[in-house]
């Protein structure tokens, strides 16, 4: 093992021979083996390795694997100054091997060690990013389970901060496939963040990216099998995958798929489904994203028939006055409760897929249906009324820190839904039935809106649309509640309020 004297002498004869550098292999294999020595011969050999890799091609294995042995040293100051040398290894050939190395490093616990090893990937991906991305991807797939989840959150971070010209075209196409592989086989949090990865990449940006991309995700969710309501991961599946597909959707890239998928295979399970997901409100959950989805419909084959789906299941949570019902059914002074955030979405949906077919409740249902429909929606509208009016009542005059208690944060939200509840069952009520008017949904960022102006916006379609968040698509304009007190929350959306009516 050479001594720290015979390391400098050797790095003289390098440093001295300027263009001969490469004759002097010898020299050069004596500092390779500094890596054998003890602490101060490693610090030099760390150093002094990479400054003369690129004259000994013959010896690249040799130099790599020692500089390797240093990023594993039991000094974590020989490891960070071997670790932080390694991107002037990655030449030509030896590109990826690298970034195969740098990759295992990521399953460092020491911190300082991980952002040189973050530091030192994103330089060799300046150098080459088709290169570097072999050795993330190879080690997503096919090595440990520590570094197969911190390569996939250093692309989810790290390759939005990379340039243009690093992020070609052939580059992000090299990404989609590889993404294509690790999706065969991924937990829901690796699904969510390639789906970060994907959604961030300026090719997919175009209508026919993001068609691909909500193409990925139906493949993901598994659309073509049978729904299980009684299998929690088949359950959670769905709604992890289509949390991802809906801000995908547009006016241009449809959402006719996962409709239909959750009108005929979905809705009428709704009440046996289960999920691992302990405290959430499950049925609330899928009538959600349905309701959001449905904006955003092509044609649809089975219109008719999912309409009647979402009829059927509407009905359920509209019931009839106590003194109308068959059987006996809710008879006596009991009122039934109504379950105002699951109307909400269930007429918010059903109001948009009838817009296509809109001769549906006059054509497509008999006579008795229909009357009977309109009973129920006449019992709940009144109802509506007297809760819409008591919320109004209890919000007056409140501003500021008195509408964020929570008691108020809730009444707002229960405002919200039961204002757009009502705007629906107006338009439900014309004849024919009207499916003009637009509503922002309860969990949905809305547009402020002057006091001065909520009356007259009340009922009517807004004229302008609401604030949008910073990302996903563009979606239509909605019809804004603006409640008598000033500002409010609007990030209560999981609020399911059940109220008994006390009275008529």
């Known amino acids: 093992m ?12 390098l440093a001295d021979a300027t263009e001969q550098v490469g004759q002097h292999k010898d020299a050069y294999q004596v500092i390779l083996d500094g890596v054998k020595g003890g602490t101060k011969e490693k610090r030099l050999a760390a150093q002094f390795i990479p400054k003369f890799f690129k004259h000994f091609p013959e010896l690249a294995d040799s130099a790599i694997n020692a500089q390797l042995d240093l990023c594993e040293d039991e000094d974590v100051s020989i490891r960070r100054q071997a670790i932080k040398e390694l991107p002037q290894f990655a030449t030509g050939e030896n590109l990826p091997r690298v970034a195969d190395i740098l990759t295992q490093l990521l399953q460092t616990d020491d911190s300082a060690e991980f952002n040189l090893v973050n530091n030192a990937l994103l330089s060799i991906f300046k150098m080459d990013a088709k290169g570097t991305l072999g050795g993330l991807f190879s080690q997503i797939l096919q090595g440990e389970d520590i570094v197969r989840e911190r390569a996939i959150k250093f692309l989810s971070t790290k390759l939005k901060t990379l340039p243009d010209e690093v992020l070609t075209k052939e580059v992000e196409e090299l990404i989609l496939t590889e993404s294509k592989k690790v999706l065969e ?3 829901g949090e690796e699904f969510v963040l390639f789906m970060k990865i994907l959604s961030g990449l300026k090719s997919l940006q175009t ?17 073509e099998q049978t729904f299980n309501p009684s299998d929690p991961d088949c359950v959670d599946r769905l709604l992890q995958c289509t949390r991802q597909a ?10 006719t798929r996962f409709v239909t998928y959750f ?5 009428p ?18 009538l ?6 449905s904006s955003f419909c092509g044609d649809m084959e089975k219109l008719e028939t999912n309409l009647r789906k979402l009829f059927d299941k509407l009905l359920e949570y509209m019931p009839l006055p106590p003194e109308e019902a068959e059987n006996g059914e809710n008879a006596g002074n009991e009122e039934p409760k109504l379950q105002f955030s699951y109307v909400e979405c269930l007429l918010y949906s059903f109001h948009q897929l009838g817009r296509k077919l809109p001769d549906f409740l006059t054509a497509k249902l008999n006579a008795e249906k229909l009357k009977d429909f309109k009973i129920r929606l006449q019992y709940f509208a009144r109802g509506l009324q007297v809760y819409i009016r008591q919320l109004r009542l209890a919000l007056q005059g409140k501003t500021g ?3 964020k208690t929570e008691e108020n944060k809730i009444k707002v939200v229960a405002l919200k839904i039961t204002n757009n509840i009502n705007v629906l069952i107006k338009d439900l009520f014309h004849i024919p039935p009207s499916y003009k008017s637009t509503v922002t949904l309860s969990w949905k960022p809305v547009q402020k809106v002057e006091i001065g102006q909520k009356r007259a916006n009340e009922d009517t379609t807004s004229g302008s649309p609401p604030k949008k968040p910073p990302t996903g698509p563009k979606r239509d304009a909605r019809q804004i509640y603006n409640p008598p007190s000033g500002k409010y929350s609007s990030n209560l959306g999981n609020f399911n309020y059940e109220r008994s009516l006390q009275g008529k």
């Open 2 to 13: 050479p001594t720290v004297e015979e390391l400098y002498r050797n790095y003289g004869i």
């Open 185 to 187: 086989d991924v937990t």
């Open 207 to 223: 209508v026919s990216g993001r068609q691909q991309l909500v193409e990925l995700v139906a493949e993901q969710a598994d659309l």
């Open 246 to 255: 809906v801000p995908l959707f547009s006016k241009n890239v449809h959402s």
């Open 263 to 267: 009108c005929e295979q979905v809705l």
């Open 269 to 286: 399970n709704l009440s046996s489904l289960t999920t691992p997901v302990e405290g959430l409100d499950i049925q609330l959950e899928v």
């Open 288 to 293: 959600k994203l349905l309701a959001e989805m």
């Open 401 to 403: 820190e008195a509408l």
